[in-house]
Nanobody, 124 residues
Framework: QVQLLESGGGLVQAGGSLRLSCAASTRTFSSYAMGWFRQAPGKERDIVAAINWSGGSTYSPHSIEGRFIIARDNAKNTVYLQMNSLKPEDTAVYYC?????????????????WGQGTQVTVSS
């Protein structure tokens, strides 16, 4: 069982930046690929970034336009999401997820463990 705890959410003005962190409670963190998803009110949960076990391969959908960067520190059991040039439409609850595999996935049903989420609100 892996527990994930997100932090770093909050209120930011449009154009600003935030860095989210997700700490994992496992001794084998490097065995897991990781992903960040978000869910806005009334919408489905969508992926915003993913990373493989080593950090050597990452993914972000075209809709993010390169504004978000995912990274991980296996020594600290932590994955990060650096969000730049934030827009009001980025407002959502952001979730960290872990996949019991070395390679990342892009759909939520391929992830095995989820955090509780952290709210990000971008004001215009």
């Amino acid at each position: 069982q892996v527990q994930l705890l997100e932090s770093g959410g909050g209120l930011v003005q449009a154009g600003g930046s935030l860095r989210l962190s997700c700490a994992a409670s496992t001794r084998t963190f490097s065995s897991y690929a990781m992903g960040w998803f978000r869910q806005a009110p009334g919408k489905e949960r969508d992926i915003v970034a993913a990373i493989n076990w080593s950090g050597g391969s990452t993914y972000s959908p075209h809709s993010i336009e390169g504004r978000f960067i995912i990274a991980r520190d296996n020594a600290k059991n932590t994955v990060y999401l650096q969000m730049n040039s934030l827009k009001p439409e980025d407002t959502a609850v952001y979730y960290c997820a872990a996949r019991t595999a070395s390679g990342y996935a892009t759909t939520e049903n391929e992830y095995d463990y989820w955090g509780q989420g952290t709210q990000v609100t971008v004001s215009s």
